[in-house]
């Protein structure tokens, strides 16, 4: 029975402790059409992107995220007519080296 109650008190945590909202490992990548952070493969486009104007294109960061699906702050802003495939919108709630 304990075993049972101390399985039932940790899956809800663990379940919810570390989705995209972990502080992960990640490389800043700048061009013309934005900011992104890539994971691995995949590159995420940066909606709050003012947070790593102190960042170098390239920059090793660690950050925490959540995606999101529609940047507003972003839907008048003129960009060159690069196109850069990412794997959507993101805002950024923490970010350090």
Known sequence: MKKLTYLVIALPMLAISCTKDCNKPMTIVKDCSGAYLR???????????????????????????????DCKDKSDEVVCAMYHANDGWIEITKISK
Do not use: E, L
Request: overall charge neutral; glycine content about 12%.
């Open 39 to 69: 994971d691995g493969g995949r590159d995420y486009h940066i909606c709050n992107s003012g947070i790593v104007d102190t960042y170098a294109d390239g920059t090793k960061v660690k950050a925490t995220y959540h995606k999101i699906t």
